[in-house]
T-cell receptor
Framework: DTGVSQNPRHKITKRGQNVTFRCDPI?????LYWYRQTLGQGPEFLTY????????KSRLLSDRFSAERPKGSFSTLEIQRTEQGDSAMYLC?????????????FGQGTRLTVV | AQSVTQLGSHVSVSEGALVLLRCNYS??????LFWYVQYPNQGLQLLLK??????LVKGINGFEAEFKKSETSFHLTKPSAHMSDAAEYFC????????????FGSGTRLQVQP
């Protein structure tokens, strides 16, 4: 399968714990995005990488959130000291950086439940 | 700043009936427009996109959408609904500058009645 892969698919954690999610984009895509989707809402942009450089972070991304993309390949999103309000689906997407196509390919998401 | 409004959080149609899902956008520059579909506990799958050129865009599964600049709309249609079309549909806009991240509407849940 050459699509965007996210792990784990589901994560249940206790409030205050740290969690880390992984995203493996389509191999030739140099743009990688993280979105958060809460129940009944559309995805909201969190952050964006061009290769290994994190070029933009949304105001939604508090200091407890950190994302990395070492070597411009896979990416990780870590949430420290989780809160119940962090419960959501976290979606990763990738797209080719060149050309006029801006189509983003999404992974299946990681559903986080904070109890 | 860009934004998307999807009119109707729930739409119910009978199998075989016309599907019409409404989307209006706001953008300060010529936009790229997208429709995505999401099945329960799944990621998003692209149905179709408008970048430039022909304003009537055809996508997968028999869906199409028409970009109307004067109305700032990008409504999604399908002539005949199928039970498998039941899902959540999201309209999104991306400006042709910078990061090109998507701004999504709040979604429309389509129910198809037998």
């Amino acid at each position: 399968d050459t699509g965007v892969s996210q792990n784990p698919r589901h994560k249940i954690t206790k409030r205050g714990q740290n969690v880390t999610f992984r995203c493996d984009p389509i191999s030739e895509h140099n743009r990688l995005y993280w979105y958060r989707q809460t129940l009944g809402q559309g995805p909201e942009f969190l952050t964006y990488f061009q290769n290994e450089a994190q070029l933009e972070k949304s105001r939604l991304l508090s200091d407890r959130f950190s994302a990395e993309r070492p070597k411009g390949s896979f990416s990780t999103l870590e949430i420290q000291r989780t809160e119940q309000g962090d419960s959501a689906m976290y979606l990763c997407a990738s797209s080719p950086g060149a050309g006029r196509s801006t189509e983003a390919f999404f992974g299946q998401g990681t559903r986080l439940t904070v109890v | 700043a860009q934004s998307v409004t999807q009119l109707g959080s729930h739409v119910s149609v009978s199998e075989g009936a016309l599907v019409l899902l409404r989307c209006n956008y706001s953008s300060s520059v010529p936009p790229y427009l997208f429709w995505y579909v999401q099945y329960p506990n799944q990621g998003l799958q692209l149905l179709l996109k408008y970048t430039t050129g022909a304003t009537l865009v055809k996508g997968i599964n028999g869906f199409e959408a028409e970009f109307k600049k004067s109305e700032t709309s990008f409504h999604l249609t399908k002539p005949s609904a199928h039970m498998s079309d039941a899902a959540e549909y999201f309209c999104a806009v991306s400006e042709d500058t910078g990061r090109r991240a998507l701004t999504f509407g709040s979604g429309t849940r389509l129910q198809v009645q037998p």
